[in-house]
């Protein structure tokens, strides 16, 4: 799977949890459905935001995104439906072309993120496996928070 096969599915995922998302407010706030449809599809929502969060930042990071585009990234997920117009407007500009750098290029130092980035690209599975339990136990911290109150 290349940089950019990857961030396009989750750009696509990111719109479609927030259709379910989107639909659940309507059934619950339009249809009066009760709230069974927020519950499902927030949750969903919510773990696929916190995992194209991560996923943004090591394309970033691989891509050598300026910290600007990165944030843009994560801007893009906040706002509904803007994670597939940014993907295709990185990839047009060709930044997310060439493949996973599993190294320093010659004459380049790398810093702390591209070693962990080569870390992550050597061992695929063992970082995804990391990568879903840190977004599982940040995303379990949040349902034990739970919804923000206003005005309690």
């Not at 090591?58 to 117009?85: D, I, K």
């Not at 993907?87 to 070693?115: C, I, K, Q, T, Y």
Request: aromatic share 12%; charged share 15%; hydrophobic share 55%.
């Amino acid at each position: 799977m290349t940089p950019r096969s990857l961030f396009r599915a989750a750009a696509i995922a990111e719109l479609v949890t927030w259709t379910l998302l989107i639909a659940g407010m309507v059934l619950k706030y339009g249809l009066d459905a009760g709230d069974w449809g927020v519950r499902i599809g927030g949750g969903v929502h919510g773990f696929v935001f916190l995992a194209y969060l991560v996923l943004t930042t090591v394309v970033a990071v691989n891509q050598r995104w300026s910290f600007g585009a990165l944030v843009l990234g994560w801007a893009s997920a906040v706002v509904p439906y803007a994670t597939v117009p940014f993907e295709v407007a990185v990839a047009r500009r060709g930044m997310l072309d060439g493949p996973w750098r599993r190294s320093p290029d010659l004459g380049e130092r790398s810093g702390f993120w591209d070693r962990l980035l080569f870390v992550v690209v050597r061992r695929p599975a063992v970082a995804a496996g990391i990568g879903v339990v840190a977004v599982v136990l940040v995303f379990a911290g949040l349902l034990v928070v739970g919804p923000p109150r206003v005005g309690s």
